[in-house]
């Protein structure tokens, strides 16, 4: 009796409710996430308000890697005209002096003006230049761009100026307006003398009164990276790109010094 007791209040429970869910009264299942999308976004990616890509203007000058090449199948791509840009990338290269960097800004559906590109340097201050390293050299050439830009590496914050031997601050008076559709070239010339330094580019720009950013990818899956000479190499390369290279004797780059500095 007891049991059976105890029992009555459960099974009218479970009638009441089967008849309030009939009636329509019951209360809404919780939905669930996975079912409605909850919590998933939709969204597609906005169009970037404008393109910018970067190539590698050097066709002449030097490169300096870090460490001596030592194996077989990294000198082999050397002297036999094999992929000399990938030997760069694996050995972390840097230009050596200057570096040249090409970029074209390309305008979006809508008018903006690029405020400025700033130059964010990876060690807070440069490192001595590749010594002891591989140095590969190519013959001089050379091209004009319609924007020139000149940044000193070896300065603790470096920035862009209106020239080499400037001190004026390109972006402090001017500004790059950008309209739908337009092509913008600029050259950038990265100096370094005394130190190496890695680095990031990234574009400041105002559109319909809001500011925004985007970053400048370095080209081929490379890196920015300037170093300046130093006295004597593990090895000395010459050569021209996309051809064969020959080591030299001398270990020193004297045949590419600056005039100032000599060997």
């Not at 807070?124 to 020139?148: D, H, M, V």
Request: charged content about 20%.
């Amino acid at each position: 009796m007891l049991w059976l007791g105890a029992g009555i209040p459960v099974i009218g429970a479970v009638l009441t409710a089967i008849a309030l869910q009939l009636l329509g009264l019951g209360g809404e299942s919780e939905p669930d996430p996975a079912s409605d999308g909850v919590g998933a976004s939709f969204t597609s990616p906005s169009a970037p308000p404008f393109v910018v890509t970067a190539r590698q203007e050097n066709e002449a000058g030097c490169t300096a890697l870090p460490r001596k090449v030592s194996s077989p199948e990294d000198r082999a791509e050397l002297v036999t005209g094999g992929d000399v840009n990938a030997v760069i990338r694996r050995h972390q290269g840097a230009r050596v002096g200057e570096m040249i960097l090409g970029l074209t800004l390309e305008g979006g559906p809508s008018s903006l003006t690029i405020t400025s590109i700033e130059i964010q340097p990876k060690p807070p201050r440069p490192a001595g230049p590749f010594a002891g390293g591989t140095l590969l050299c190519e013959p001089n050439a050379g091209g004009e761009a319609k924007i020139q830009l000149f940044a000193d590496m070896d300065g603790p914050e470096p920035v862009f100026l209106t020239g080499k031997n400037s001190t004026q601050k390109y972006f402090k008076e001017k500004a790059i307006t950008l309209a739908p559709g337009e092509q913008v070239n600029l050259s950038a010339s990265f100096l370094a003398e005394k130190g190496s330094r890695e680095f990031g580019l990234l574009i400041r720009y105002v559109r319909n009164g809001k500011d925004g950013t985007v970053p400048v990818p370095a080209p081929r899956g490379g890196r920015y990276a300037v170093t300046g000479f130093a006295d004597r190499y593990g090895a000395v390369y010459e050569g021209s790109t996309g051809g064969v290279y020959r080591r030299l004797e001398d270990p020193r780059p004297c045949p590419w010094l600056p005039a100032s500095r000599g060997c």
